[in-house]
């Protein structure tokens, strides 16, 4: 079944002598459709990122770890990433198996990228209305997730 949050799909499985005990509440995900729409967007996330490594700008990515299969999937096309999470005990740490450190918001005013991506279909649009009254930020390309899919 779909999350409330998130758009994350959740499953149970298992053997098949228990399954004629269980009545099925709701039909499955249609897993031809969320296989093509997966595709689609790793395919529209690789040309987005494919699109800044080659103008050699930096991307700023809110809620990172949203963007770890991304980023891991689309190596090729990667620009140089900085992470910015809101949450205070993931400042400093790392998101293996990549290098960089996640950053506060702080560090973003301080030193803008050009291009911020917010990987939050939730939240995405109300950080992007956060960030935008950052007077620093005013350049900044500021990119919800949820509309560059």
């Given at each position: ?5 998130g ?9 098949d ?13 249609n ?18 990122l ?8 930096t ?16 190596r090729?096309?990667?620009?140089a ?6 949450n ?13 450190a ?17 990987m ?30």
């Open positions: 079944r779909k999350a409330g949050l758009g994350a799909l959740y499953s149970v499985w298992c053997r002598s228990l399954v004629a005990t269980r009545e099925r509440v709701e039909a499955p995900p897993g031809e459709k969320f296989v093509r729409l997966a595709k689609e967007n790793l395919a529209k996330m690789g040309r987005f494919s699109d800044l490594r080659t103008q050699r700008l991307l700023g990515i809110y809620c990172p770890g949203r963007f770890i299969n991304y980023q891991y999937l689309c090729n096309e990667v620009p990433v900085r992470y910015f999470d809101d205070p005990p993931a400042h400093g740490r790392y998101l293996p198996p990549f290098d960089m996640v950053e506060p918001r702080a560090a973003l005013v301080e030193n803008p990228t050009p291009i911020i991506l917010i939050s279909r939730t939240f995405g649009r109300q950080i992007a209305e956060e960030l935008a009254r950052e007077p620093a930020l005013s350049r900044a390309r500021l990119i919800a997730v949820s509309d560059l899919f």
